[in-house]
């Protein structure tokens, strides 16, 4: 083991581990109201379709909005999907966001298999779409978006990890 353990955190680390917190505890508390409230009823799901239509019908009055119209659309389709496995997504997102707070908790004290936890949770929170929809029906601009942002963090995570010493060859101390 290295003497990096005794020394202080990196306040960097310390600056990312806080905003996973925040972000995974925002997702806990929305995960939590949805499966307090359980699925949108009918009325609901009418209500937003009148939204989407007239959104839709403002923006076919806007020279060149097609490929909003599209996005718009594959969307929406992609909303109905998720609301279809409500009750999947939601568990599936509660359980998620409490592997990236545990991911980010090991990191905060130094465990390294924090970061490895934590590529598992930013893979599995994109990948658990696929699992029920229909690859088609995924937004490829979400797919994107994700991706980078994981990608971005990973690499500032990965950044801190000659601190994160703790657990290296079963040795902790």
């Keep these: 083991m290295t003497e990096n353990n005794s020394s202080k955190r990196p306040s960097f680390l310390t600056l990312l581990c806080v905003l996973t917190f925040i972000y995974s505890g925002f997702s806990i508390v929305g995960a939590l109201n949805s ?3 359980g699925p949108p009823n009918a009325k609901e799901i009418r209500i937003q379709d009148a939204e989407l239509s007239k959104s839709i019908r403002d923006l076919k ?12 659309n594959k969307f929406d389709e992609f909303n109905k999907l998720t609301t279809k496995n409500f009750w999947f997504f939601s568990i599936s997102n509660l359980i998620i966001s409490l592997l990236g707070i545990f991911a980010a908790q090991r990191m905060f004290t130094g465990f390294k298999i924090g970061f490895h936890l934590y590529i598992a949770y930013c893979l599995i929170s994109l990948l658990i779409f696929y699992v029920v929809i229909p690859a088609q029906s995924i937004p490829t601009s979400l797919v994107i978006f994700s991706l980078i942002v994981s990608a971005i963090f990973i690499w500032m995570y ?6 994160m010493n703790k657990g290296e060859n079963g040795i902790i101390e």
Excluded: F, Q, R, V
């Design 35 to 37: 499966i307090t409230n």
């Design 158 to 163: 990965s950044k801190n990890l000659s601190w």
């Design 61 to 72: 009055k806007i020279e060149g909005s097609e490929t909003a119209i599209n996005l718009i």
